[in-house]
Antibody
Framework: QVHLEQSGAEVKEPGTSLKVSCKAS????????ISWVRQAPGQGLEWMGR????????KYAQKFQDRVTMNRDASTNTAYMELRSLTSDDAAVYYC???????????????WGQGTLVIVSS | QSVLTQPPSVSGAPGQRVTISCTGS?????????VHWYQQLPGTAPKLLLY???NRPSGIPDRFSGSKSGTSASLAITGLQAEDEADYYC????????????FGGGTKLTVL
């Protein structure tokens, strides 16, 4: 079955960078886009951006445009999200999700990875 | 502030019916963008509950249903069960934010 396995929890210092991996199984990564969503403690879900299927074209949310990079390695069926210049506001659980683009029903996320907890502290 | 507005909390007794609203605007739901719903049990990742306003993925019971009208959408849960206690999020597409996916702020469902 389709499954997304993310890298483990991380503790980062302010000003440094974060890189989270998301390994897909049960399907070919390049057949679907991958979106990244984060959830700050006790807060809701926030979409960060996506890396497209086939061409790997990226689209980032305006809020993260200047400091996020999403890419993938087709040979290992793994997607990556890098976030730079971390601050305490970036402390959150980061999720990858398969981004399904339906012809009739818009775009949704299914399934989701288990999440990667990121703590930002000096 | 979330682009889509949901009530922070709703509650109901076992067996009852509850609804959760999701209010958007003319740049997302009102523009015809479809609405999708997710269930997040405590300490777990979100799970797709409904896609395309009212379509259930395999394994989702028919106690869950959705609707959309104008700039709003709703999730209805009938025959409420203790295991339904979770956070629920709506999601859609917004054309005003250079084309972004947007979420509601989430609704905590408490089963009394």
């Amino acid at each position: 079955q389709v499954h997304l396995e993310q890298s483990g929890a991380e503790v980062k210092e302010p000003g440094t960078s974060l890189k989270v991996s998301c390994k897909a199984s049960g399907y070919t990564l390049t057949s679907y886009s991958i979106s990244w969503v984060r959830q700050a403690p006790g807060q809701g879900l926030e979409w960060m951006g996506r890396i497209g299927a086939y061409t790997a074209i990226t689209k980032y949310a305006q809020k993260f445009q200047d400091r996020v990079t999403m890419n993938r390695d087709a040979s290992t069926n793994t997607a990556y999200m890098e976030l730079r210049s971390l601050t305490s506001d970036d402390a959150a659980v980061y999720y990858c999700a398969r981004h399904v683009s339906g012809i009739y029903f818009g775009d949704w996320f299914d399934p989701w990875g288990q999440g990667t907890l990121v703590i930002v502290s000096s | 502030q979330s682009v889509l507005t949901q009530p922070p909390s709703v509650s109901g007794a076992p067996g009852q019916r509850v609804t959760i609203s999701c209010t958007g605007s003319s740049s997302n739901i009102g523009a015809g963008s479809d609405v999708h719903w997710y269930q997040q049990l405590p300490g777990t990742a979100p799970k797709l509950l409904l896609y395309g306003n009212n379509n259930r993925p395999s394994g989702i019971p028919d106690r869950f249903s959705g609707s959309k009208s104008g700039t709003s959408a709703s999730l209805a849960i009938t025959g409420l069960q203790a295991e339904d206690e979770a956070d629920y999020y709506c999601q859609s597409y917004d054309s005003s934010l250079s084309g972004s996916m947007v979420f509601g702020g989430g609704t905590k469902l408490t089963v009394l």
